[in-house]
């Protein structure tokens, strides 16, 4: 392979990583913005979210494209191959994340007009900087291509999960103690599960991460707490 060939091939390589990682970018501004139309109570920043889901769609189209046509023609071979499949796999987890923000959003739609119950949405506030720091951290290891720092977010899922289950509890006490919350806490337990669900993607992120990096799978089982069961919305199917 000659030169000219050898520099364009890494042209397309550090294109692909540069366009994953503006996906992460604009992912990342969904879920912080997301909970904060639901706190502000905000209807259009709630909308321009929904909105917004549409180009992160067509982002992962040109991202798989463009990684799918790499292989085809230029035949990758080992550390090449895992980042390229890496941008694949990345871009999916985003798009899913890009899914589960407009979820968010569309339920906070639903709480503007209710009582602000504002212990549970402070809740919800938490939880949400939670998940959005792990996925800015897992993406800044990600540009960085940086396996130790992406190992951190693998192991971190568990508080993203305690504080599901915490919040699950107590959406559940104020439904029980007062009926007429059901409504809004049902939306405040789907936006809580689609959260839950975010920080699973980051989580597989950072797996991609490493094994991009290293050549290797993270060792041992990943660490979770057993989450209780809820019912999540179907992006992409409302």
């Not at 990342?28 to 706190?39: D, T």
């Not at 007009?113 to 993406?139: C, F, Y």
């Not at 192991?155 to 104020?174: G, K, M, P, Q, V």
């Not at 050549?215 to 809820?230: D, L, V, Y």
Request: aromatic letters at 4%; one cysteine or more; glycine letters at 6%.
């Amino acid at each position: 392979m000659n030169s000219h060939i050898v520099k364009a091939y890494d042209e397309e390589l550090n294109h692909l990583t540069a366009e994953v990682a503006r996906m992460g970018g604009l992912a990342e501004a969904q879920v912080s913005e997301a909970i904060a139309s639901m706190a502000r109570r905000d209807a259009t920043l709630a909308q321009q979210v929904i909105d917004r889901d549409l180009k992160i769609d067509a982002l992962h189209l040109d991202i798989e494209h463009k990684a799918i046509r790499l292989i085809a023609l230029r035949q990758p071979m080992a550390d090449d191959l895992r980042r390229t499949v890496a941008a694949i796999k990345i871009a999916q987890d985003l798009e899913r994340v890009g899914d589960l923000a407009r979820s968010v959003a569309k339920r906070g739609l639903g709480l503007i007009d209710g009582e602000p119950l504002t212990p549970l949405t402070r809740s919800i506030e938490r939880m949400g900087k939670l998940v959005a720091d792990r996925l800015k951290d897992v993406l800044d290891a990600y540009s960085a291509g940086h396996a130790e720092r992406a190992l951190q977010v693998w192991r971190s899922d568990e508080e993203i999960d305690e504080h599901y289950n915490a919040l699950f509890r107590e959406l559940l006490t104020y439904m029980m103690e007062d009926p007429r919350t059901i409504a809004a806490c049902t939306h405040l337990l789907f936006m809580a599960k689609n959260l839950e669900r975010i920080g699973d993607h980051a989580t597989n992120i950072a797996e991609q991460v490493h094994y991009e990096v290293t050549g290797r799978e993270p060792e041992g089982a990943r660490p979770r707490t057993p989450a209780p069961a809820a019912p999540i919305d179907e992006p992409g199917r409302d």
